[in-house]
């Protein structure tokens, strides 16, 4: 299971709107101690990294690893059902693997619940939280990252089937 409670909603609706021209579609990598995104644009040019610690939200709880890939114009679309001062609970449950409920509460205690459904995703990686990135610290200051592909021969797979 996965929740995750913003006291205030237009935090999560500014992100959006700030990265929905960039990324059609992102993943959310939801883990015990962080909520993060990591997507590249269309023209392979932006790579967006975001990173939202768990002091940042009112109630925070992952049971487990979990990725929810969502479709920034949908959710968008979920965002602008919601006012400034309201707050936002974001709920994934394991029975439910394909949704994700948002739930919008005002100051008055009227609750709003709307579900999206996930995106299909593919995680590369050379075992469950290890992608494929080589990382170079610089002397503490700061890092380098590549992260990695391999590169998949399409005519050998054809054959192989």
Request: aromatic residues 8%; negative net charge.
């Amino acid at each position: 299971m996965f929740e995750a409670k913003f006291t205030n909603a237009a935090l999560l609706k500014k992100i959006v709107e700030a990265i929905k021209e960039l990324v059609s579609e992102a993943p959310f990598d939801c883990t015990e101690n962080s909520m993060c995104l990591q997507a590249m644009d269309g023209s392979h040019v932006a790579l967006i990294s975001l990173k939202l610690d768990i002091g940042l939200f009112e109630v925070f709880r992952c049971d487990r690893t979990i990725a929810l890939g969502l479709s920034m114009g949908e959710l968008s679309k979920v965002l602008k059902c919601s006012k400034s001062e309201d707050t936002l609970m974001i709920r994934f449950e394991d029975s439910e693997q394909d949704m994700v409920t948002f739930t919008f509460e005002d100051t008055k205690g009227r609750k709003q619940d709307i579900t999206l459904k996930l995106m299909d995703r593919v995680r590369l990686s050379m075992c469950d939280n290890v992608p494929l990135v080589v990382e170079y610290d610089i002397e503490g200051n700061g890092f380098l990252r590549f992260f990695l592909a391999p590169k998949i021969d399409e005519d050998k797979e054809t054959m192989d089937d």
